[in-house]
Every structure is written in structure tokens, then in C-alpha cells.
């Protein structure tokens, strides 16, 4: 069983920052690709921000410039840190990691429980 477990979510103003951290724990052997995704209530799920285990990234247009995704490996850890945060990003946030389970290459996709974002003008 792998578990995702988020936290850094909060009330910010305009301009402000928060830092937001997803922990892996369970059987895992390595984490092919950990990334952020954002949902309002009703609306699809998005992606914010994702590395790969090569260490390329991808971001929405939205955040180019102002959030950065990093991860410790040793940790299974990934991190979002949010600058310049806008009314438009309040948002609940998901964390994302496919996991590698053993040697073979057994893999499998799973999901935080999700931290909200609120930025207030």
C-alpha cells in the first residue's frame, strides 16, 4: 500500500507564498514521476506542476514564473513553492506519483487527499 500525504495549504494574501509538501510512504521501490493538479468544485482536474525522474519539469502556462516544483528523493518527498500568489490560484491541491513497487517494474498511480490554497485580495 502507498500512501500521499500533503500539507503547507492556507490562507494567503495576494502577493504572498506558501510551500506546499507531499511525503510518499508504503511499498515503494522508486517514484517514476511526482506532480501538483488543481480542482474547483464541479470543474476538472489540472495540471499545475510535474518532475519527472530525470528531473525535467512541465507547468501550466498559468504559473510559469511563479511556482517551482522540486523533489528529495531520499524522502520521497515533492514540494511546491508558490510566489506571487494570485486570487486565481485558490484552488484545492492534489499531489500525484507513479510508483514503482518492486524490481520487476510493477507500477501504480495514486493520489493525495488534496490541501486548499486560498489567496485573498
Known amino acids: 500500500q502507498v500512501q500521499l500525504v500533503e500539507s503547507g495549504g492556507g490562507l494567503v494574501q495576494a502577493g504572498g507564498s506558501l510551500r506546499l509538501s507531499c511525503a510518499a510512504s508504503?511499498?515503494?521501490?522508486?517514484?517514476?514521476?511526482m506532480g501538483w493538479y488543481r480542482q474547483a468544485p464541479g470543474k476538472q482536474r489540472e495540471l499545475v506542476a510535474r518532475?519527472?525522474?530525470?528531473?525535467?519539469?512541465n507547468y501550466a502556462d498559468s504559473v510559469k514564473g511563479r511556482f517551482t516544483v522540486s523533489r528529495d528523493n531520499a524522502k520521497n518527498t515533492v514540494y511546491l513553492q508558490m510566489n506571487s500568489l494570485k486570487p486565481e490560484d485558490t484552488f484545492v491541491y492534489y499531489c500525484?506519483?507513479?510508483?514503482?513497487?518492486?524490481?520487476?517494474?510493477?507500477?501504480?498511480?495514486?493520489w493525495g487527499q488534496g490541501t486548499q490554497v486560498t489567496v485573498s485580495s
Open positions: 500525484n506519483a507513479q510508483v514503482v513497487l518492486n524490481g520487476r517494474g510493477t507500477w501504480g498511480n495514486y
Open positions: 508504503g511499498s515503494i521501490f522508486s517514484i517514476n514521476a
Open positions: 518532475i519527472v525522474s530525470g528531473g525535467s519539469t
